[in-house]
């Protein structure tokens, strides 16, 4: 529990319906008392029951400074098991601002970002991984990543990382007991016994770890490039999923020779869309480099659409295209099925062999059958947060290989059949590693450096 009492506006900082002034620490009560004027007369704050709503007014000495409710939450039930006061009031940006300015006035002091969310981590309500799974959920934009965020608030993670720290602390409290008392603790037949163990953790920990591309995915969006060569519609279809025209379309080949990035929202997944220069042979040095680009996006982008147009034969453009995309996750778009037909899917799937949908981004046809093709091409479609575990942070995926990297030396060391104390140094080293995750095992510096991303009054 800390001493000092802080408080910040959780909600934005824009006109709106309702504000929030959040307080929060053992003062909290004694100072909305304060500046609190119930609407019962001779009813003191400090009497009123815990998690119940007040209605009156909130004043700076005699001066009425907005009509409001008063939330009041007392330790330890509360987000940071403190005793806190949530001041629910008009949402004009000036009204917040008067009240905190009023709240500080009377003892409390301002918060800073996530400085609610990590007094609940020290405070000992959440742990490091569901801490930082509330950043996550604030910034969430597709149905995927918010059942994911709100998975590891409840502790999944936490949950998992637990139960394999658990285990390796029993096998180094027994590898100790052992050797410090080997009458009573014997090790006949505990190499079998340790190597099956550490076999289970080591598959479990790639396991999250082979999980966090997905993860990422699933937070920050699909990388997606779209590429073909010029006027097959790369355009027309960036259009076609923003809804709206961010990209010019003309007949004119080369209309676009700078990459034009789109965040966009296609059912429950998230695209970060590039849409890049048509890739062909030109003497023009600005739509060469243009080309060059889109050659690099290629390579860096978790998905491709390749726009293949229909409506004219297969050239030596669309033949440098498809050998640049080989080994890469493509979808072929089959595009303006609208127009006269001059080559068939089979004709590209012969020489690409990738999923082919067959679209109209003039018309915006095709765009359903695309989702469900990406949704099955990264096994989204099959996603059940009930039993899966989803790394989504970078931290936390560097913890995990540390982690692994010590199992794997453990189980060499069995291999090897090396002294017991050696294994013990290894499953030590694995059990911190995890720990980083939960944040069992981390230092004052790394705290303040995750909880300054938060937003301020969260």
């Known amino acids: 529990m800390f001493n000092d009492t802080i408080a910040a506006i959780a909600t934005a900082m824009s006109p709106s319906g309702i504000g929030i002034v959040r307080i929060s620490g053992e003062d909290s009560v004694k100072i909305v008392d304060k500046i609190f004027e119930m609407k019962k007369k001779n009813l003191s704050f400090s009497d009123v029951p815990s998690h119940t709503v007040s209605y009156g007014f909130i004043k700076n000495g005699t001066e009425v400074v907005d009509e409001v409710m008063v939330l009041k939450m007392l330790a330890p039930n509360s987000y940071t098991k403190e005793d806190t006061v949530e001041i629910d009031c008009h949402g004009g940006t000036k009204v917040m601002q008067d009240i905190l300015e009023t709240v500080i006035n009377a003892g409390a002091r301002p918060a800073e970002p996530g400085e609610f969310t990590k007094r609940a981590f020290l405070n000992g ?6 801490a930082e799974a509330v950043i996550d959920l604030i910034n969430s934009k597709t149905e ?5 965020s709100i998975s590891q608030v409840q502790g999944s ?15 180094t409290a027994f590898i100790e007991a052992a050797l410090d008392d080997p009458e009573h603790y014997s090790l006949d037949g505990y190499y079998e016994k340790i190597n099956n163990i550490v076999c289970d953790l080591i598959e479990e920990t790639e396991k999250l770890i082979n999980s966090y591309k997905n993860g990422s995915m699933l937070q920050e969006g699909i990388q997606t490039a779209i590429v073909g060569k010029p006027n097959a519609g790369k355009s027309s279809l960036l259009n076609a999923l923003a809804k709206k025209e961010k990209a010019i379309v003309t007949d004119i080949e080369g209309t676009t020779r700078d990459i034009i990035e789109q965040r966009v929202q296609l059912g429950n997944l998230g695209l970060n869309i590039i849409d890049t220069a048509g890739i062909r042979e030109s003497e023009d040095i600005i739509e060469q480099i243009g080309v060059n680009k889109a050659k690099d996006i290629i390579e860096e982008a978790d998905l491709v659409l390749y726009v293949a147009d229909s409506s004219r034969p297969i050239d030596k453009n669309d033949e440098e295209i498809m050998s640049l995309l080989q080994d890469k996750n493509v979808i072929i778009l089959f595009n303006k099925t609208d127009l006269e037909g001059k080559i068939s899917e089979e004709d590209i799937t012969g020489k690409l062999s990738k999923p082919v949908v067959s679209i109209s981004a003039k018309e915006g046809d095709g765009i359903e059958k695309l989702e469900k093709t990406i949704e099955e091409m990264f096994a989204l479609g099959s996603i059940s947060f009930n039993d899966e575990i989803y790394i989504t942070n970078e931290r936390q995926k560097s913890s995990m290989v540390r982690a692994l990297d010590s199992l794997k030396l453990v189980k060499e060391g069995i291999d090897n059949m090396m002294p017991e ?4 140094i290894d499953l030590l080293n694995a059990y911190e590693a995890l720990g980083e995750i939960t944040g069992e095992s981390v230092g004052e510096d790394l705290i303040n450096e995750i909880f300054s991303k938060f937003c301020m009054g969260k």
């Open 421 to 424: 104390d050696f294994l013990s």
């Open 144 to 148: 995927f990543a918010r059942k994911s």
């Open 157 to 171: 993670v936490y949950r998992k990382i637990s139960s394999c720290r658990e285990k390796i602390l029993e096998q």
């Open 125 to 130: 309500r959440i742990d490091l991984s569901s």
